[in-house]
């Protein structure tokens, strides 16, 4: 899969970007099986992501995909084997226990707050935190509460800013196309600065140009903030375009984990998922 040179750099035979030397892991899974009655979703399924790295998860439709994202975010407990975030075992953690640890979602379906602006869905991401004295903080102007308001603003600020969003902030999330609108979920999922980051299907609805930047985004998001990147995609030009790796499902089983070309090139993900021969 990687090629070390003499120099220590690691170079992909891929169409994707380089990867780089022994990254350190972020999200691991070992094992993982997941059961509906006698039909297992999963089965046996491994999985690595290192911090910094930008992984494909492609399948058709039932190959287990939305499955293997529950596990991963802590919406369903797997019948057998163990999920790993930086090393640790978080396989019985909550959801918001798994997200206070660096663990962030967007899903299929946009998921924005319709009733507030741009700039709010943002803020809504940070009040897990607390808001330094609750309610008695806000009556009595507490130092503390204004103090953690301004830093949460700034945070949002940053947020928006480095997500092209600044102008439409004071917006209604309500009104925007849906481009748009993925844009603010993912903006809303890096308010906490995520390790480790799942996206169900980013480019769905998108355009050519609004790929392209979301893209352009991610991209920049996993290399400059070492963010473990996992996303679902059925547009696999994007996929094979973005993704230091790619991991193929079929029926709940691993069909295929390689860089971008291998997997384009290999004949069982030909037959199986794309639905032609290499012959």
């Known amino acids: 899969m990687w090629t070390n040179t003499s120099g220590g750099v690691v170079q992909s035979d891929s169409t994707g970007p380089p990867l780089r030397p022994d990254p350190p892991e972020a999200l691991a899974l070992s ?5 509906f009655g006698g039909v297992s979703a999963l ?5 690595e992501v290192p911090s910094g790295q930008l992984c494909g998860l492609i399948g058709a439709n039932g190959a287990g995909k939305t499955t293997l994202f ?6 369903r407990v797997p019948y057998s084997g163990s999920v790993r975030l930086h090393g640790t075992d978080v396989t019985g953690w909550s959801v918001q226990r798994r997200a206070r640890f660096g663990l962030r979602r967007t899903f299929q379906r946009v998921q924005v ?23 008695l903080g806000d009556l ?10 301004r830093e949460r603003r700034t945070r949002a600020e940053e947020v928006l800013a480095r997500c092209g969003l600044l102008d439409i902030r004071d917006r209604s999330a309500a009104s925007l196309p849906i481009g748009t609108a993925r844009l603010v979920e993912l903006a809303r999922a890096l308010m906490d600065d995520p390790t ?6 980013p480019a769905s609805g998108l355009d050519s140009s609004e790929a392209e930047r979301f893209g352009d985004l991610v991209t920049r998001i996993a290399e400059d903030h070492e963010t473990a990147i996992l996303l679902v995609e059925h547009d696999v030009g994007f996929v ?6 790619v991991m193929v499902l079929h029926l709940g089983e691993v069909l295929a984990d390689d860089t971008p070309e291998r997997v384009r090139d290999d004949p069982m993900v030909l037959s199986a998922y794309l639905g032609t021969s290499a012959d």
């Open 31 to 35: 094992d993982v099986t997941v059961r």
């Open 43 to 47: 089965n046996h399924v491994d999985l």
């Open 70 to 75: 529950d596990v991963i975010s802590g919406l």
């Open 113 to 135: 707050f319709g009733w507030l602006t741009v700039e709010e869905n943002l803020l809504v991401a940070n009040e897990w935190r607390g808001g330094g004295g609750g309610v």
């Open 140 to 149: 009595i102007g507490l130092r503390s509460r204004a103090n953690h308001e």
């Open 196 to 201: 480790v980051l799942l996206l169900d299907e």
């Open 240 to 245: 094979m375009q973005r993704c230091h790796r």
